[in-house]
Antibody, heavy 117, light 112 residues
Framework: EVQLVESGGGLVQPGGSLRLSCAASGFNLRSHWMNWVRQAPGKGLEWVGNIEHETSEKQYADSVRGRFTISRDNAKNSVYLQMNSLRAEDTAVYYC??????????WGQGTLVTVSS | DIVMTQTPLSSPVTLGQPASISCRSSQSLVHSNGNTYLSWLQQRPGQPPRLLIYKISNRFSGVPDRFSGSGAGTDFTLKISRVEAEDVGVYYCMQMTEFPWTFGPGTKVEIK
């Protein structure tokens, strides 16, 4: 069974940093692009970025480019989201999600990040 | 960026009756490889999103056959043939044809 478990969320002050982790199990992480998607409280879904499985090429949303960095460690079956220079508008539940050809098919339960003083 | 719009934004439906959600993209979702990367996701209250349909009309594993997708180019539709109580939630269309990947605003399906 595919499982994605996010961790690392919490309360952080504006301008601060946080690193989210996504532990993957039940599939070969090396074979999949991986995504981060976020959802502000009561709002819709926003794609944050993803990381390719072979070259680790990354793509980011304009709203986070230059502040967030996605990385992966296939040996540890993990994907990461390093978030710097956090703003109030980054407050959201952050989901880790797996990509298959043509779709995002598996999602974690999410981890809440709150940016507030 | 490709903008995704959905109508309606709210859909009160009667149990056992059909429901339909429309999704429109600001430009064609046909990829240079010929595929159209339009998906539908369901998000039940308090749950993460769940994939229902991918590449317009392919039902994902375990998804009941009362869910179907159709469309082409810039106009797409998700249909629920007979709404059940467990279908309550928010439905999103999503495009993966071009970066940044983008979502529609969501359509809330609730029971009358």
């Amino acid at each position: 069974e595919v499982q994605l478990v996010e961790s690392g969320g919490g309360l952080v002050q504006p301008g601060g940093s946080l690193r989210l982790s996504c532990a993957a199990s039940g599939f070969n992480l090396r074979s999949h692009w991986m995504n981060w998607v976020r959802q502000a409280p009561g709002k819709g879904l926003e794609w944050v970025g993803n990381i390719e499985h072979e070259t680790s090429e990354k793509q980011y949303a304009d709203s986070v480019r230059g502040r967030f960095t996605i990385s992966r460690d296939n040996a540890k079956n993990s994907v990461y989201l390093q978030m710097n220079s956090l703003r109030a508008e980054d407050t959201a539940v952050y989901y880790c999600a797996r990509v298959i050809p043509g779709a995002v098919d598996s999602w974690g339960q999410g981890t809440l990040v709150t940016v507030s003083s | 960026d490709i903008v995704m719009t959905q109508t309606p934004l709210s859909s009160p439906v009667t149990l056992g009756q059909p429901a339909s959600i429309s999704c429109r993209s600001s430009q064609s979702l046909v990829h240079s490889n010929g595929n159209t990367y339009l998906s539908w996701l369901q998000q039940r209250p308090g749950q993460p999103p769940r994939l229902l349909i991918y590449k317009i009309s392919n039902r994902f594993s375990g998804v009941p056959d009362r869910f179907s997708g159709s469309g082409a180019g810039t106009d797409f539709t998700l249909k629920i043939s007979r709404v059940e109580a467990e279908d309550v939630g928010v439905y999103y269309c999503m495009q993966m044809t071009e970066f940044p990947w983008t979502f529609g605003p969501g359509t809330k399906v609730e029971i009358k």
